[in-house]
């Protein structure tokens, strides 16, 4: 759907008008995207470390000054040896879920894109003085206020109150927006339903007064549903968003595509009017579609494909008939044409009957050859005889949109080159660059499908931290990245993603915070240098798709790379191997604080945490592990 150009939208106050109770809106246009451009990420004051107390928990800070001394307290405090005796997820209750629907972004979102969020930021993504001590317990005040990694108190001495939130601000700017666009959705839904009462209700042949009636209620309804779409993208392109925001925002899109398409249907019967008056008008909808998703050969979809029959206002009759699939080359979906299918791919279960309503559903969806790592799309057709007011028979053929892309697999081991595919189409479509908003806001959706974890409510999303390690990491801070970046990316972060998805236990550690994740060498060597020996943490490796286990040995902070041969086969995963290594007494688990957006490092007892997950036949014990290297 193309944007409409600025100077042609149509106010809401204008054009939004309830035939009862008159402007429905409390802001119009230009304030809305005011705010919206006042609410684009601002680089955060992120400190590192804010406070540690060594009978609770490690805390880092998320530069809100606020006090979690008191919050988490281990059931059991005091040294090591002394842990909880069956720890708990910090990240919540893992229940993997199946994902939500994914829909592909929209055409016509702004290229005039922000300065990065973090364009401030060094090399290293996290701005802190490491040379500051911030686990000298001399750091933190008798009162327990938390002090930021300069050693400044986070409490405003003058006021006694404490400084902003920015991810709350943000947070509380983007739900704004979204429920100003929920409300502009509600209205042009009345409005549509509205305009199709007054279609259907007008006397044929049509007069010249009522056309244009219609013709401007159409093009009022264009302009506000363009509007929408754009603001939208702009959504999409100039803020982080969460990831139940950025469901909000692809339920939007999705509601918009059907008043789009709805609304072209009226606007084509409008035109009939001026002619004869009386060929019906048709067309069909993706209502639901589980795409872009990579899908097993010969395994029937995990979620329901749903299409409906519309049709125009006046002549709103629902034949019976057969609703058919047919694979269209990916390329096929900006044009809207049918290229030829080069994939060799085919569908199966793909003929449907609609029901009373006008839905096909098809449930049952397969495909039996795969698509050798190219990504396809399906389009649905009919075609059926309908008689209109006169007694004339018309025969109709209609076909849909294509769907989102699809990649079908031979072998699980395709699975990140396909989810590679699916990410770089769903985030560029048909653009060489686009911003890292957009970028982000795309990866943490894929990420939790790859995670398998509900995108409502996230057990482990990716956090501030995290984007920011990747973006400094991989993209160098750039407020735009080109698909070239995104390769380079990807040859990273896809076979670790396929890790942590498929290896055995590797997701529940994920999960659990067991394994950190994403910090850098210099992080973690500050963490670990004054702890006591056999403290280690697992983190993913910055030079490679593998974890690293950094630990405290008797001399230094020391850095093993895990390779594959440590974990290889059913019978050896990596808590096998952390088991094995004798010398690693204490495993550090990370969590997030929501309230304050704080990181927190727990200490946990390696046999309690992972004993769940040790492999029956114990493999004999190694003497250890003496190989050193210097993770980049």
Same mark, same amino acid.
Do not use: C
């Given at each position: 759907m193309d944007g409409t150009p600025e100077s042609?939208?149509?106010?809401?106050?204008?054009?939004?008008?309830?035939?009862?109770?008159?402007?429905?809106?409390?802001?119009?246009?230009?304030?809305?995207?005011?705010?919206?451009?006042?609410?684009?990420?601002?680089?955060?004051?992120?400190a590192d470390i804010n406070s540690y107390d060594?009978?609770?928990?490690?805390?880092?800070?998320?530069?809100?000054?606020?006090?979690?001394?008191?919050?988490?307290?281990?059931?059991?405090?005091?040294?090591?040896?002394?842990?909880?005796?069956?720890?708990?997820?910090?990240?919540?209750?893992? &229940? $993997?879920?199946?994902?939500?629907? @994914?829909?592909? /972004?929209? !055409?016509?979102?702004?290229?005039?894109?922000? %300065?990065? =969020?973090?364009?401030?930021?060094?090399?290293?993504?996290?701005?802190?003085?490491?040379?500051?001590?911030?686990?000298?317990?001399?750091?933190? &005040? $008798?009162?327990?206020?938390?002090? @930021?990694?300069? /050693?400044? !108190?986070?409490?405003?001495?003058?006021?006694? %109150?404490? =400084?902003?939130?920015?991810?709350?601000?943000?947070?509380?700017?983007?739900?704004?927006?979204?429920?100003e666009l929920n409300s502009m959705i509600e209205t042009v839904t009345k409005s549509l339903e509205k305009l199709r009462r007054d279609q259907k209700q007008v006397a044929l042949p049509i007069s010249h007064e009522n056309f244009s009636l219609l013709e401007e209620d159409q093009r009022k309804l264009k302009n506000s549903i363009d509007w929408i779409d754009k603001t939208l993208n702009n959504l999409m392109d100039n803020m982080h968003l969460e990831s139940n925001e950025m469901n909000q925002i692809l339920l939007l899109e999705q509601e918009l595509h059907f008043f789009s398409k709805q609304l072209g249907l009226y606007c084509l019967e409008l035109q009939n009017f001026q002619k004869d008056g009386t060929i019906p008008c048709y067309g069909l909808h993706i209502v639901v579609q589980p795409f872009p998703d990579s899908v097993k050969q010969h395994k029937a979809i995990d979620e329901h494909l749903a299409v409906r029959l519309l049709s125009g206002a006046k002549f709103d009759t629902r034949p019976a008939c057969t609703i058919r699939a047919e694979i269209v080359d990916s390329s096929a979906q900006k044009s809207g044409g049918?290229?030829?299918?080069?994939?060799?791919?085919?569908?199966?279960?793909?003929?449907?009957?609609?029901?009373?309503?006008?839905?096909?559903?098809?449930?049952?969806?397969?495909?039996?050859?795969?698509?050798?790592?190219?990504?396809?799309?399906?389009?649905?057709?009919?075609?059926?005889?309908?008689?209109?007011?006169?007694?004339?028979?018309?025969?109709?053929?209609?076909?849909?949109?294509?769907?989102?892309?699809?990649?079908?697999?031979?072998?699980?081991?395709?699975?990140?080159?396909?989810?590679?595919?699916?990410?770089?189409?769903?985030?560029?479509?048909?653009?060489?660059?686009?911003?890292?908003?957009?970028?982000?806001?795309?990866?943490?959706?894929?990420?939790?499908?790859?995670?398998?974890?509900?995108?409502?409510?996230?057990?482990?999303?990716?956090?501030?931290?995290?984007?920011?390690?990747?973006?400094?990491?991989?993209?160098?801070?750039?407020?735009?990245?080109?698909?070239?970046?995104f390769d380079n990316f990807w040859q990273w972060f896809g076979p670790l993603l396929h890790k942590i998805r498929y290896q055995r236990h590797v997701l529940a550690l994920w999960t659990r915070g067991y394994i950190c994740g994403f910090l850098t060498r210099e992080e973690v060597e500050s963490v670990l240098k004054n702890e006591q020996i056999g403290t280690f943490l697992i983190r993913v490796s910055e030079r490679c798709d593998q974890f690293a286990v950094s630990y405290q040995s008797a001399e230094m902070v020391k850095h093993y790379l895990v390779k594959n041969d440590d974990t290889h086969g059913a019978k050896r995963t990596l808590p096998d191997f952390l088991r094995d290594y004798k010398d690693f007494a204490c495993i550090l688990q990370l969590s997030i604080d929501k309230a304050t957006n704080k990181r927190i490092l727990r200490r946990c007892d390696k046999e309690s945490v992972l004993k769940e997950f040790y492999s029956k036949k114990a493999a004999n014990s190694s003497p250890g592990y003496v190989e050193v290297i210097s993770v980049q």
């Open positions: 042609s939208f149509v106010e809401p106050e204008a054009e939004f008008m309830d035939e009862n109770a008159g402007n429905i809106y409390s802001m119009t246009n230009d304030e809305l995207m005011e705010m919206i451009k006042n609410s684009m990420d601002q680089p955060l004051n992120l060594d009978n609770k928990a490690f805390m880092f800070g998320g530069g809100n000054g606020y006090d979690n001394s008191q919050q988490y307290q281990l059931n059991t405090p005091g040294s090591v040896g002394s842990f909880q005796s069956t720890p708990q997820s910090n990240f919540g209750d893992f &229940s $993997p879920s199946t994902v939500g629907n @994914n829909f592909g /972004g929209m !055409n016509s979102y702004s290229q005039s894109l922000p %300065q990065s =969020p973090y364009s401030d930021v060094p090399s290293s993504p996290f701005s802190s003085n490491l040379a500051h001590n911030p686990y000298n317990p001399s750091v933190n &005040s $008798p009162q327990g206020n938390q002090f @930021n990694s300069r /050693g400044n !108190n986070n409490v405003n001495n003058a006021t006694g %109150q404490q =400084p902003i939130d920015g991810n709350q601000i943000r947070a509380s700017r983007n739900a704004q927006a979204i429920n049918s290229k030829k299918n080069s994939s060799g791919a085919s569908v199966e279960n793909g003929e449907k009957l609609i029901n009373e309503s006008g839905i096909a559903t098809f449930n049952d969806l397969k495909f039996p050859t795969g698509t050798r790592l190219k990504s396809i799309r399906l389009k649905f057709s009919a075609r059926f005889n309908v008689s209109d007011s006169r007694g004339s028979i018309h025969t109709v053929s209609i076909e849909s949109a294509p769907t989102n892309a699809i990649v079908v697999k031979t072998n699980e081991n395709q699975w990140h080159e396909a989810e590679g595919i699916l990410l770089k189409k769903t985030a560029f479509a048909n653009f060489g660059e686009i911003s890292w908003h957009r970028f982000s806001n795309w990866l943490q959706r894929r990420y939790l499908g790859a995670t398998k974890q509900n995108v409502q409510s996230p057990v482990r999303p990716l956090s501030t931290y995290d984007f920011q390690y990747i973006h400094a990491l991989k993209f160098d801070n750039k407020p735009i990245i080109s698909q070239k970046h």
